[in-house]
């Protein structure tokens, strides 16, 4: 598929930022975009009286010049997957994400691996990559699902900043300006698809219990040292009460991850971090993922912070849901009808994992409108028009097979017929555990309305 430059963000000397805008991101109908590739140029004057080659800290320091923002809607109104990540933390995300090393990171010729020599100044060229819902290790789903699409692309916020010139190197600096060519990673998908993007936090923590967010975690990490380094003798970490490992060293709980075949090295930042959890290792599928908070805990308390890093899918809520969608028709500018990615391509998902899936957006011009239940928007920009729809065919059956099991005395089974279609509109699980905890104001929509 075809590479195309989408804008030149140049960062001038000293402390400076740049912005990728609202509507600068434009990808074609049929594609889906997974990430942001940014092509870094600059140039380094090197007035040590040496050549030098930059040590792998060093680069790593180099990264760190350069922090990132990134906002779904304005000033992050749906969602905010990055906020402030120094670009090593990038590095390692984009590790993760695509399980490849970045271009120009290990390159002796044109990249950072290349020799500076002394008096003179060198143009290096190295890759950084932005995930946008790319999970190389996903499976149980198709290959392409999280990521963005031509709607939701133009709501894409990108801020980058540069805090300074130097990075620690004596002798060495960035001379001119640092070039940032803007280049979409894209996969081919059918239909205009909208995401909630897996979100990237950090917590430092001085009690022996850590307390992370609610959602679908993706990794779960500790910040102090590089695995083999690290002073902890003793953790366990659940999620929503599901115990993941139980008084370990983190050389003991990496060891299934060390042993899956289908997991490279590349994917595993153990030379970055101390590495907890990765749910995206080619051995659990998707359906299989638990759901829920995450807590670590410090049996020994050996650190007296511990500093945890999460990526993981949050839960967004009906309002935010609607607002995104009704953003959405408005760069399309008619009506849409958002439908679960799982009832488009017949993916069988537990209701826990429903608010993490994809949707689809369908105007009257695709054959899917009206033939699945979803989010029917009627006024573009407008989420109070917004109104669940189930096609009639399938409310018919519904009602039939309700009336069925209720006559048979099966009460809980008619129950779970509602619940199993508005499980299938956006928005309208709100709870990890599905629709066991809290209430659902699509399924009560859903209940009174079919």
């Known amino acids: 598929m075809a590479m195309r430059k989408t804008k030149v963000l140049t960062l001038t000397a000293g402390a400076t930022n740049q912005k990728l805008e609202r509507g600068d991101l434009e990808i074609d109908k049929g ?46 109104k749906y969602q905010k997957p990055f906020i402030s990540v120094l670009g090593s933390r990038l590095h390692r995300q984009a590790r993760k994400a695509f399980w490849t090393e970045l271009e120009g990171y290990t390159d002796s010729s044109t990249g950072l691996a290349r020799a500076l020599p002394n008096s003179a100044t060198t143009a290096v060229q190295f890759d950084l990559l932005i995930p946008l819902g790319a999970q190389a290790g996903l499976v149980g789903v198709p290959k392409a699902f999280w990521g963005v699409g ?14 300074a010139d130097s990075f620690g190197v004596s ?103 101390t590495v907890l959890y990765l749910a995206t290792n080619r051995e659990t599928p998707f359906d299989k993922l638990p759901t829920g908070r995450v807590i670590v805990f410090q049996n020994a308390k050996d650190l007296a912070t511990f500093k945890a890093g999460f990526t993981y899918v949050p839960i967004l809520e009906t309002s935010a849901v609607k607002a995104l969608i009704a953003e959405c028709a408005a760069q399309r500018k008619k009506p849409v009808l958002a439908v679960s990615l799982a009832a488009v391509e017949g993916i069988k998902v537990p209701k826990r994992l429903m608010p993490f899936v994809p949707f689809v957006l369908f105007d009257k011009d695709d054959a899917e409108f009206g033939r699945l239940p979803g989010l029917l928007c009627t006024k573009p920009g407008d989420a109070n028009s917004i109104e669940e729809f189930v096609p009639p065919e399938l409310a018919t059956s519904m009602a039939r097979a309700r009336a069925d099991f209720s006559a048979r005395g099966l009460g809980a089974a008619a129950e779970n017929v509602t619940e199993q279609v508005a499980a299938l509109i956006p928005g309208a699980v709100q709870s990890a555990r599905g629709f066991a905890r809290g209430g659902s104001d699509i399924l009560a929509k859903v209940k009174a309305r079919y």
């Open 171 to 273: 002798g060495l600096v960035i001379s001119g300006n640092v070039n940032i060519d803007v280049v979409p990673v894209e996969r081919s998908v059918k239909g205009d698809r909208v995401s909630v993007l897996p979100v990237y936090e950090e917590k430092d923590e001085a009690d022996k219990t850590t307390v992370g967010p609610e959602g679908l975690h993706l990794d779960v990490c500790e910040r102090t040292a590089v695995h083999a380094s690290s002073a902890s003798t003793s953790l366990t970490l659940s999620i929503d009460g599901e115990t993941m490992f139980e008084q370990m060293r983190p050389s003991e709980t990496v060891r299934e991850l060390l042993d899956s075949p289908d997991l490279p090295s590349i994917a595993l930042p153990t030379d970055r971090e």
């Open 150 to 163: 031509r709607s939701q692309a133009k709501l894409i916020e990108l801020l980058v900043r540069k805090s």
């Open 31 to 76: 594609k889906l975009l997974v990430g942001l590739r940014l092509m870094v140029s600059l140039s380094l004057a090197n007035s040590s009286g040496g050549s030098i080659t930059l040590s792998d800290a060093q680069r790593q320091a180099l990264f760190d010049l350069l922090s990132f923002d990134l906002n779904v809607g304005d000033s992050g």
